[in-house]
């Protein structure tokens, strides 16, 4: 059973700040890490996706992959108050190519 | 281009009663999924259907039946709703599912919030 952690938050930062959000996965095979951003009472929407170690640049958001602690990460620059929702993180590959959900860290921007 | 709709976007239900989640894409996509988010829970895989004609269970499928109906339709049933089954419905969908491979991005409806009394 494929297992995907991430801290519950909530986590609070101040408007123009670092968020840093982090997960960690248990299928040392899974091939794929997704970030999705899901605003109160709407549907989660893909922001990044990210295969190879190392760090994946979009915008304000970097993805960070280290496949050989089974750790990936999602750093917000310049952290907006438009930015407050949760965070899922999900880990795709191994076995199968289903998306296996951590349980979400709720972010707060606070002007 | 409206991607993936659901209806009904709430319900309430009766415990015993039965209803089905419709699920329609427009996006020309092979694969579509059925998931539930409850508090704390993050999202659970119930049903997926690879490709048109072929459905397989998740990571919760018990008390759920699926159906698709045809390559843009993929529905999901309740036979005899429980209290357990309250939560919120999603469904997704994705353009080769399995056979696109690791990058290959999940695109999900409104959701359906579905409560059980």
């Known amino acids: 059973q494929k297992e995907v952690e991430q801290n519950s938050g909530p986590l609070s930062v101040p408007e123009g700040a670092i968020a840093s959000l982090n997960c960690t996965y248990s299928d040392r095979g899974s091939q794929s890490f997704f970030w999705y951003r899901q605003y109160s009472g709407k549907s989660p929407e893909l922001i990044m996706f990210?295969?190879?170690?190392g760090d994946k640049e979009d915008g304000r958001f970097t993805a960070q992959l280290n496949k050989a602690s089974q750790y990936v990460s999602l750093l917000i620059r310049d952290s907006q108050p438009s930015d407050s929702a949760t965070y899922l993180c999900?880990?795709?590959?191994?076995?199968?190519?289903?998306?296996?959900f951590g349980k979400g860290t709720l972010l707060t921007v606070n002007p | 281009n409206a991607g993936v709709t659901q209806t009904p976007k709430f319900q309430v239900l009766k415990t015993g009663q039965s209803m089905t989640l419709q699920c329609a894409q427009d996006m020309n996509h092979n694969s579509m999924y059925w998931y539930r988010q409850d508090p704390g829970m993050g999202l659970r895989l119930i049903y997926y259907?690879?490709?048109?004609?072929?459905?397989d269970k998740g990571e919760v499928p018990n008390g759920y039946n699926v159906s698709r109906l045809n390559k843009r339709e993929f529905s999901l049933r309740l036979e005899s709703a429980a209290p357990s089954q309250t939560s919120v419905y999603f469904c997704a969908s994705s353009e080769l599912g399995f056979a696109g491979g690791p990058s290959e991005e999940q695109f999900f409806g409104p959701g359906t919030r579905l409560t059980v009394l």
């Open positions: 990210i295969y190879s170690n």
């Open positions: 259907s690879a490709s048109e004609g072929t459905t």
């Open positions: 999900a880990v795709k590959g191994g076995s199968n190519y289903k998306l296996t």
